[in-house]
């Protein structure tokens, strides 16, 4: 019971800070964007070139600061057009990251496995990063090992390479559309189009509330977040709106850089520090605090939209 009113008092600590996002001035988000060159499936007639292209539009036009995208270089070789992607996205004067060559999860590989996957990654970052900084890595999945020994030695590679870890602080897990758009696209069914719009921008605004909710619960300010999103046909098709969104909730855009900087952010950017648990919800689970939750009727909906 008092583990209970201890969280029950932080959460309304909380709440004078919990203004509608509209009135969040001050938030910063750093937009980070994984999976290039190919993320997944496409609606009809659409290609993960154009995709790029899109995205790369929606940020030149709403102004945002460099944005970083994490690469997994083993789609080249199987598509050597995706090359394309890359290029144009160096060609756009935005940055690149290691993803590790093929998306693979640290837990289910050895240790050397992991760390030749990353060494394998830098031939196309050496390739299409010409004078520009690619030493910055995420974990496929965010997953950083669960066992520490292990994680340890992977961090002690990642100082020996010299890279920093590309944390994650914000994230509406916006891969789950892509794949319910395809199959709605095919369809031509602007109405099924429409509620995936609403709920999207839904979780987009959930996740801003989410992340200003823990990050004040635990340090009593909004620390610079780090978003994730991915390569997908639906994000290209919405990010003009979700960068609007942010806009018109009073979002400041930043750069990984710069969100970074945060002292947050410390054992990330020195992975020869102490390892903190991983992104906020961890941090909260650490103290035994209650992590909000999402709409649990959202997977049901995009998992079974246009399959009928």
């Known amino acids: 019971m008092k583990k209970i009113a201890i969280i029950i008092t932080l959460l309304m600590s909380a709440l004078p800070i919990l203004a509608s996002a509209k009135e969040q001035l001050g938030i910063q988000i750093a937009i980070t964007i994984d999976d290039l060159p190919w993320h997944a499936e496409l609606p009809p007639g659409q290609t ?3 995709v790029a292209k899109d995205i790369i539009k929606a940020l030149k036009d ?24 890359l290029s144009d996205w160096h060609a756009a004067g935005l940055p690149l990251g290691n993803h590790t060559w093929s998306h693979v999860n640290l837990n289910n590989v050895s240790v050397d496995q992991f760390v030749d996957e990353i060494i394998k990654d830098e031939d ?3 390739e299409f990063s010409k004078g520009k900084d690619w030493h910055w890595f995420r974990y496929p999945y965010l997953v950083e090992g669960t066992d520490p020994e292990k994680r340890k030695l992977v961090r002690d590679a990642l100082v020996q390479h010299g890279y920093r870890i590309a944390a994650v602080t914000m994230s509406f897990e916006d891969y789950l559309w892509n794949a319910p758009y ?3 696209a095919a369809r031509q069914d602007a109405e099924a189009i429409k509620t995936l719009e609403r709920s999207y921008l839904k979780a987009a605004s959930d996740a ?15 620390i610079p ?8 046909g639906f994000d290209a098709y919405m990010l003009p709106k979700l960068l609007a969104m942010y806009k018109a909730k009073g979002v400041k855009l930043i750069t990984l850089e710069q969100a970074e900087k945060d002292a947050y952010y410390a054992s990330d950017v020195n992975p020869s520090l102490a390892p903190e648990p991983v ?11 209650t992590v909000p939750g999402s709409d649990p009727s959202l997977s049901s909906m995009l998992n079974s939209i246009c399959t009928k």
């Not at 102004?63 to 992607?85: C, S």
């Not at 977040?225 to 390569?231: K, N, P, Q, R, T």
């Open 48 to 50: 993960q070139q154009q």
């Open 62 to 85: 709403a102004r945002a600061p460099r944005v970083y995208g994490f690469i997994n270089a083993a789609h080249l070789q199987k598509d050597p057009t995706l090359a394309e992607v």
């Open 124 to 126: 196309a970052l050496k």
């Open 182 to 184: 395809a199959r709605c």
């Open 208 to 222: 801003i509330e989410q992340s200003h909710l823990m990050s004040n619960v635990l340090y009593k300010r909004d």
């Open 225 to 232: 977040y780090v978003l994730l999103m991915h390569m997908g």
């Open 279 to 289: 992104g906020l919800d961890q941090h909260m689970w650490a103290r035994n605090l």
